[in-house]
């Protein structure tokens, strides 16, 4: 048995002083053209950017209504993040999944803003749910930039069956080697596609916008990447080519596969403390009062 897919992922060029919206719709058009099932693009792109202040759209509403045409007309999903209006005091960092007939088929709200009660946290209102979609492909969820932090959230998603993860970002890395090593890591624990979308600054230097969206497959592998310009990359990849496990016997077929042998193996009645609010001596710097007494010199 086989699921193949087409995923694609955007790198959109940007200095963030203007919208991305029309140079991500001609990638959307792109990505249609180029045969994809769905394709992500990267965070914020669907709203305007005026002065360091993103705007706020209603969902449904006019910007969705521009990718809503594109999905319908290459019959393909499309992953689109933008800044949603909610009637209250602050909007949220949302992306919406828009299906192959044009329409709105869920939203994921960004869960872990960065720094909850300064920067971001000052802007936008956090999402409280983790939902994962059912595709005519196969499962799927996303996320959003300072989400890649938590592995545990990843965690919950691939339990509810996410096969494949994206996550729109508009993260910057002095060389990309720290995101790199957590999107590998991220798609390896969890054994699932992970896709990343990123803004590209040109000329790329070091700690500005880097690009290189990609699609990983289970083992940390890149499927394609756009590399450091903008622009979109295609992987064709087989949903149910899971690593399968080097056991024999009774044992292979308990454990076929790498995930089943991570999530069969698992302990969660050790991970209690993952779950328990912060405290003030989450934070206290100095050894902690378990810590062995520090050896005397001399």
Not at 139 to 165: K, N, W
Not at 207 to 223: F, N, W
């Amino acid at each position: 048995m086989t699921r193949r897919v087409k995923i694609a992922t955007c790198s959109v060029e940007t200095d963030f002083s203007k919208t991305q919206r029309a140079q991500a719709l001609r990638l959307v058009e792109e990505a249609g053209e180029r045969g994809a099932d769905i394709v992500c693009l990267p965070e914020y792109v669907g709203s305007d950017c005026v002065n360091g202040q993103w705007s706020a759209t209603p969902v449904p509403g006019p910007v969705t209504e521009e990718f809503a045409r594109l999905a319908a007309k290459y019959e393909m999903f499309v992953i689109t993040p933008l800044v949603e209006e909610n009637g209250r005091d602050k909007p949220y960092n949302t992306a919406v999944l828009i299906d192959r007939k044009g329409r709105i088929a869920g939203r994921y709200r960004k869960t872990h803003l960065c720094l909850p009660g300064h920067g971001e946290g000052e802007k936008f209102l956090p999402g409280d749910e983790l939902p994962v979609f059912e595709t005519d492909f196969g499962r799927i969820a996303v996320t959003i930039c300072m989400d890649i932090h938590y592995p545990e959230l990843y965690t919950a998603l691939a339990l509810r069956g996410a096969e494949v993860i994206f996550w729109p970002s508009g993260a910057m890395d002095y060389t990309g080697d720290l995101i790199e090593s957590l999107v590998n890591a991220r798609a390896i624990d969890n054994q699932a596609f992970f896709v990343c979308s990123h803004y590209i600054q040109l000329p790329y230097l070091v700690g500005r916008s880097y690009g290189r969206s990609r699609v990983i497959d289970c083992m940390g592998r890149v499927r394609a990447d756009t590399g450091h310009f903008p622009g979109v990359a295609v992987a064709e990849v087989d949903l149910d080519q899971t690593y399968p496990m080097w056991y024999q016997g009774k044992m292979l077929n308990e454990y076929p596969t790498m995930r089943e042998t991570f999530f069969k193996t698992r302990r969660p009645e050790l991970y209690g403390e993952v779950i328990k609010p912060v405290t003030p001596a989450h934070h206290a710097r100095g050894p902690s009062k378990t810590s062995p007494p520090a050896r005397k010199k001399g």
